[in-house]
């Protein structure tokens, strides 16, 4: 099986995922430079050491010949990686339309895009086709790649139709799937023409996650509504066959951050940020531009603060990093010039000739710029209308431990449900409240932070990516052994 001698038995993991974790640009004919990218899952599966994974997606770009999908895939296997190459019109209709259009704003409560409404407009039933068809051709990846023993992860919405896939192929297969975005009421599934579909795709798993037992019940609510069949505090059963469903909060490899204040760039960064700001206090909101994470609400309830509180105008600066993505969707480019307008409108009111009250950059940020900017903040604003669970709120508390700062963090972010205690919770849609979350933040006493502050660092740096990962295989492992040991008997 190609395991070296003397290193430890390590379980294979085939992590499949949409996207691979590398960007890759083509150089010439047959050469590739490949980068690992940016992202949440990214971020999350960094952290796992235990296995011996490998990656299974769409390497993000179309390669529609054979010498250069060859010379891909030799790069990637460096990388562990294995390819999964997708056409164009296929990412058109798979990717930017059933899963951008249609899965991800309906799984944050945004609801069904009105012209798709109807199970019958065309679009709809192409763009599922083709969703169709793509988890297929992941599923035919996975399965040239599949040794017995092997555990199959596959992650999120992208994928719903993959465990069904898999087990057509093999019905031995050790499978989990699990979603990084909430998974929405049942009255909100419900609208989705091929709910049913879907829904029994995903219980061909053996193992189904989410973030949070809140979503865990809202799938399970789903199958016995939509399906009617019978929900167990275990999962789902149907025709005897258990699929177990359960939560498993994901965190993020803190000790990665921890070091990265240690090293020399990060601390001369660190300088460098205080003294620019030095005599105001410094709120940070980091975000996706996604109209899920309620930006232009943060940046609204922000100027509320200033409108209410002349004494802090000069003291305080809010820094909005927001990496655009899907900058070729209309409501995406529509966020980005309301985000521009609000900041432009609100630095013109109250800015003076030296000084503006919002510095706001549509840009990526790297590592140790990143973690610099966690550790010089006194205030997080997180005021996700939805998140699956957010991790941006785990990174700025784990480069926290000198300063303490307070966290500001939506109660619909699945992170409300660890980092509550410890965080001012708020509801993003009221701006009233908000601001007055940014007052009583910026005026806590060194006790209270201090408090707050140990309650979110255990949590983050006790329940990490690597812990999140393994409890999550070996559930899986322990389901289908409990699953074989029922069929014996
Ligand atoms: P995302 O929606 O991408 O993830 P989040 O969990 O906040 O949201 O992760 C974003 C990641 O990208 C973080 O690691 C952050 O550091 C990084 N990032 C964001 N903006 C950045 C910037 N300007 N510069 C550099 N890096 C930036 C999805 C779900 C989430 C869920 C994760 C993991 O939507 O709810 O928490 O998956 O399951």
Not at 184 to 204: D, F, G, M, Y
Not at 392 to 401: G, H, I, K, T
Request: charged share 25%; with cysteine.
């Amino acid at each position: 099986c190609g395991r070296q001698v003397g290193r430890p038995l390590r379980q294979r993991l085939l992590v499949v995922a949409n996207r691979l974790p590398v960007s890759a640009v083509r150089k010439g004919e047959e050469s590739w430079s490949l980068e690992i990218s940016a992202g949440g899952l990214v971020s999350a599966l960094l952290g796992v050491k235990e296995f011996e994974a490998r990656w299974i997606g769409w390497a993000g770009v179309n390669v529609p010949d054979e010498v250069g999908q060859r010379a891909l895939t030799k790069a990637l296997a460096e990388k562990r990686c294995i390819p999964v190459f997708l056409d164009e019109e296929i990412v058109h209709q798979y990717y930017n339309g059933y899963c951008n259009n249609i899965l991800w704003p309906l799984f944050h409560y945004l609801g069904l895009p009105q012209e798709d409404r109807l199970a019958t407009t065309r679009s709809f039933q192409s763009q599922f086709a083709a969703y169709k068809k793509a988890n297929q051709m992941f599923a035919d990846v996975v399965n040239e790649h599949y040794e017995d023993g092997d555990v199959v992860w596959c992650h999120d919405y992208h994928l719903m139709f993959l465990p069904k896939c898999l087990k057509d192929y093999n019905i031995k297969m050790k499978v989990g799937w699990f979603l990084h975005t909430p998974f929405p009421s049942s009255e909100i599934h419900r609208t989705l023409p091929s709910r049913s579909e879907l829904l029994r795709s995903v219980l061909a798993a053996d193992l189904v996650g989410f973030h949070t037992y809140d979503y865990a019940r809202h799938f399970v609510s789903a199958c016995t509504r939509i399906l009617g069949l019978e929900g167990t505090p275990e999962g789902v059963e149907d025709q005897g066959k258990m699929t177990r469903v359960a939560a498993f909060p994901i965190g993020i490899d803190s000790d990665r951050f921890i070091r990265a204040l240690e090293v020399p760039q990060v601390q001369e960064h660190i300088k460098e940020l205080t003294e620019r700001f030095s005599g105001r206090k410094v709120m940070l909101g980091v975000d996706r531009l996604d109209m899920i994470k309620g930006i232009p609400q943060k940046i609204l309830a922000f100027e509320k603060f200033l409108e209410e509180n002349q004494y802090w105008r000069d003291k305080v600066v809010l820094l909005q990093i927001a990496v655009p993505t899907r900058t070729d969707v209309p409501e995406y480019q529509k966020l980005t010039s309301q985000v521009h307008e609000i900041v432009g409108r609100i630095n013109g009111r109250f800015g003076t000739l030296t000084a503006v009250p919002i510095h706001h950059l549509d840009r990526s940020l790297d590592f140790h710029a990143l973690c610099a900017l966690y550790a010089v903040t006194d205030v997080a604003l997180v005021t996700s209308l939805r998140d699956g669970m957010n991790l941006v709120s785990y990174e700025f508390v784990a480069c926290q431990d000198s300063k303490k700062g307070v966290l500001i963090l939506s109660e619909f972010a699945g992170a409300a449900q660890s980092l509550g205690a410890g965080a001012l919770l708020v509801n993003p849609w009221n701006i009233t409240e908000v601001a007055s979350s940014i007052g009583q933040a910026l005026n806590m006493t060194s006790e209270e932070r201090e408090k707050r502050h140990r309650h979110n660092f255990l949590h983050v740096t006790n329940h990490t990516a690597q812990e999140w990962a393994e409890t999550f295989v070996s559930e899986l492992n322990d389901t289908v052994v409990e699953a074989q040991l029922r069929t014996r008997q």
